[in-house]
């Protein structure tokens, strides 16, 4: 038995949530692998909406086992807020889920450090989500961070204010003001609180899950162009979102690896800053924001919009090793008279699908290819055949222009609204 992974192929929000919980029904096991509350995975299923930050997204299955992965960041006050929530849809969480002892922890600190350092950076500011990812990752290859292990651990207090007193002298250099005790009692409520789920050596459970012939479908969060590495750095976040991450964060080995699902979107949308090439700064990229309701499910920021940009697909593509593409939000370009797509880049006067070192600071021109657009309730519609002829052209050129053949369209956020191809 193999595992699947499924992530995003451009910068997050590509609708990771919904089309995890619809794959869950052929999976034993879901598994993040990276990232942490900055994450914000919706789910719609019997007219509610869930939104998901740290927990997998197919906890709602009661058939699954659900993993947080070494190679999450997991801030308990986040986490027990979220797992309340979710309990009250009447899941039992204790049983189904599993938190990697290896995860590193985001403390207070972490957050107070975060906005500090945003804060320092003025206007080159990341526009981060604010939840204390990067100084926890910081800490992580620092070499003096805490993990989950650690709270259950004797020794939890002391290096608990050894981190504490290191943030301290962090925050004063910054000349920021804050008051720690604001932000310590609901840590340590959230931290015993914690203490009554299943914390253990995940990279054992889930190989040893994989020998039992379970089917495990690994989760990633945010998005291939926010990936430390290979991200529109340093407009990125502070993990490895790509499949290769899958295997540093849950200790899968390699050829252990069989199907990459690649989600994008129809279009293309962006929150926080760093270089965006075919961003809409007008009234298309207006509407697109409006019919798309593109603000952000964890801070609720109005997201940057514009067109489909396939150098950018075709990288993040290349460096997933994708299998099978899923377009989301299809149904939100309906009504356009014309749809764009960016084909290719002009740099410098030069034609090339391949991306620059620094997007940033290049000159790109995108290089856009129109489409006749389509109309009516596409999220109505259950099959392919059924889509408008429009629409399909629109798709048959993305496919023939990547190589990848797109096996399912989402039409809508709820589970039901969506076309297997
Ligand atoms: P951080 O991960 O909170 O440090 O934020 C770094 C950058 O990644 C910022 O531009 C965020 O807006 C962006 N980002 C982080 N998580 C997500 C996500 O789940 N979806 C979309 N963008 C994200």
């Not at 995890?20 to 509610?48: C, I, M, W």
Request: glycine share 10%; with cysteine; charged share 25%.
């Amino acid at each position: 038995m193999k595992v699947d992974v499924v992530l995003g192929l451009q910068w997050g929000d590509e609708g990771k949530g919904k089309i995890v919980d619809v794959l869950t029904p052929k999976y034993d096991v879901v598994a993040r692998f990276q990232g942490g509350p900055n994450a914000g995975h919706s789910l719609e299923f019997g007219g509610n909406k869930y939104v998901l930050n740290t927990i997998p997204s197919g906890i709602f299955h009661e058939h699954c086992i659900n993993i947080i992965g070494n190679g999450v960041v997991v801030d308990p006050v986040q986490l027990k807020k979220e797992i309340e929530k979710a309990e009250t849809t009447g899941v039992d969480i204790r049983k189904n889920l599993y938190i990697s002892e290896k995860a590193h922890v985001i403390l207070p600190t972490h957050r107070l450090v975060d906005a500090a350092s945003e804060a320092k950076k003025g206007v080159h500011k990341v526009g981060s989500t604010l939840r204390g990812i990067s100084p926890t990752y910081q800490d992580k290859i620092g070499r003096s961070g805490m993990r989950i292990g650690d709270l259950i651990g004797q020794n939890f207090m002391s290096k608990y204010n050894t981190a504490v007193a290191n943030h301290k002298i962090l925050l004063d250099s910054l000349g920021f003001e804050y008051n720690l005790a604001d932000h310590e009692p609901a840590f340590f409520e959230a931290v015993e609180f914690l203490k009554g789920f299943k914390i253990v050596n995940t990279e054992y459970y889930v190989n040893q899950l994989i020998t039992d012939g379970k089917r495990v479908l690994a989760e990633g969060a945010q998005g291939t162009l926010l990936d430390i590495d290979f991200g529109s750095y340093p407009f990125v976040t502070s993990s490895n979102t790509i499949t290769g991450g899958a295997c540093s964060g849950l200790g899968i080995a390699p050829q252990k690896i069989n199907k990459v699902f690649g989600i994008f979107k129809a279009y293309c949308t962006r929150v926080g800053n760093g270089p965006f090439p075919t961003e809409q700064e007008n009234e298309t990229g207006e509407l697109l924001r409006k019919l798309g309701h593109e603000f952000g499910a964890t801070t609720g920021r109005p997201r940057r919009t514009g067109w489909l940009d396939l150098p950018t697909l075709k990288y993040a593509i290349m460096l997933n090793g994708v299998t099978d593409l899923i377009c989301t939000k299809s149904d939100v370009l309906s009504g356009f008279e014309e749809v764009m797509l960016c084909d290719s880049y002009s740099i410098n006067g030069k034609i090339t699908d391949e991306l620059p070192f620094n997007l940033l600071d290049a000159e790109v021109t995108p290089q856009y290819k129109a489409f006749k657009g389509w109309s009516g309730n596409l999220s109505s519609m259950r099959t392919y055949n059924e889509l408008p002829e429009t629409f399909r052209t629109y798709m048959d050129f993305v496919e023939s222009k990547i190589g990848v053949p797109v096996n399912m369209i989402s039409v809508g956020p709820d589970r039901e609204e969506t076309i297997a191809k």
